[in-house]
């Protein structure tokens, strides 16, 4: 009898278990082995490995499922414990699963964090794929078990490098496909320059590399503009970056007569033109637009400003609002979406917008905002490109410019 994983039952009652058990033929006991690892009964089991030695191999011929299949994913930690202790073989079943993918696609946090710190199961990658594709951690991030990822993120196989080389962040680009599994948004981001410090210093704000990526922001913006009408309309994107918000609008049913998605950096600039074109868009330009530069500015009026994430340095704030209410006449409309803290200088940009638009709205970001916005519904490529969707909290500000 091993030592590790303690008895359940009483001495008499084992003992009537192993006087059944030798009545069973081989395959019965093999049918048995496996259902008692799906139910948890480690003294069956602690039986019959006694009266068959070899039963510790057996697994589904169909399926390839192993008793430590069973146990893992059905969160039976005591029988995992003793198959271990057994030398159960971490085996991979007909469809490449581990039990680790099993217990992580079941969100058995206590088994994912068993097999994550043994040593004696040889080595285990959480980034392993099984036939479809999907690593264990994939699984984990879909059980959305909090421990579940934890343990696997902590396993010395999830490196960061191994992590971004699974990512396609460590490309020069991603296109993503966003909001809609039928009609996709189509964005690319590229890869972010100088990424120590992205933001340069304010008085080289053409060194500014941020808008390279998509700020989670964006999407959330993208969200809220895509059930507003644009007919007729002009609208004008500040510090676009990507462009999803832009694009989002100027690829609604309810198109405005013209979109300009701006920004500074040429770089960012290009990518928007890259952008308008993936998503064949009429009528919508990427404009290189300098915010301190009037003659860089759209040459005819605008009725809705859009911007998202754009206040980090608080020097900015006097600029910003400045250009946001010299664009828009009286009766046009600002919409703005940033976190709800941690950017320097938004508190005041907020007070002053409020101030000069005294019929502003302030709403806190619904839930389905927060939702993975990827197409493919990847929740590994959700954490690893948008994961300020599920630490931050965001704030949609509409500002309606009040008459002269
Ligand atoms: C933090 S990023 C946000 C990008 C995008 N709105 C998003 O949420 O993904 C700020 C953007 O503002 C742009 N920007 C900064 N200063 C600017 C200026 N003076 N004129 C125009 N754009 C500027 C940057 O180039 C950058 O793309």
């Known amino acids: 009898m091993d030592l590790k994983t303690p008895q359940e039952i009483s001495i008499e009652e084992f003992k009537d278990l192993e006087v059944e058990v030798a009545k069973l033929t081989t395959s019965d006991a093999e049918r048995e082995w496996l259902e008692s690892c799906r139910y948890g009964e480690v003294d069956v089991l602690r039986a019959l490995l006694a009266r068959f030695p070899a039963i510790i191999s057996h697994s589904d011929t169909k399926s390839g499922n192993s008793g430590l299949h069973m146990a893992s994913a059905n969160g039976h930690l005591p029988v995992v414990e003793f198959l271990v202790y057994h030398k159960h073989s971490f085996t991979k079943n007909a469809s490449g699963n581990t039990p680790l993918h099993w217990a992580a696609s079941n969100g058995q946090a206590s088994i994912v964090s068993f097999f994550t710190s043994q040593k004696c199961l040889g080595d285990i990658d959480v980034l392993e794929k099984n036939r479809f594709g999907r690593s264990a951690l994939t699984e984990g991030f879909s059980s959305q078990k909090e421990g579940v990822v934890e343990a696997l993120l902590e396993h010395n196989s999830a490196t960061e490098e191994k992590l971004l080389s699974v990512d396609s962040k460590s490309k020069s680009h991603v296109v993503h496909e966003l ?98 074109k993936l998503n064949g868009l009429k009528d919508t330009e990427a404009l290189r637009m300098d915010w301190c530069d009037k003659d860089t500015w759209p040459k005819e009026s605008v009725d809705v400003v859009v911007g998202s994430d754009l206040v980090y340095q608080k020097s900015l704030v006097p ?17 703005y979406v940033a976190p709800d803290s941690g950017r320097d200088g938004l508190e005041t940009f907020i007070d002053q917008m409020k101030r000069r638009c005294p019929g502003w709205v302030q709403i806190d970001a619904p839930e389905e905002y927060y939702t993975n916005p990827l197409s493919s519904g990847d929740d590994e490529d959700f954490f690893l490109h948008f994961n300020e969707l599920s630490t931050l909290k965001f704030i949609l500000y509409e500002f309606p410019v009040p008459p002269a």
Not at 198 to 215: C, E, R, Y
């Open 179 to 276: 909001f809609d599994k039928e009609r996709p948004l189509l964005i690319r981001e590229l890869a972010m320059i100088n990424a120590d410090n992205p933001f340069a210093d304010a008085d080289n704000p053409d060194q500014d590399t941020t808008g390279l990526s998509i700020w989670s922001a964006s999407l959330v913006l993208a969200r809220w503009l895509k059930s507003k009408s644009w007919s007729k309309s002009r609208v004008v994107e500040l510090g676009a970056g990507c462009g999803v918000p832009g694009l989002m609008v100027a690829s609604s049913e309810m198109a405005p007569q013209k979109v300009y998605v701006s920004d500074l950096n040429p770089l960012t600039v290009e990518n928007i033109g890259h952008n308008i």
């Open 319 to 335: 600029l910003l609002s400045s250009v946001v209410l010299e664009l828009l006449g009286s009766g046009g409309v600002f919409y």
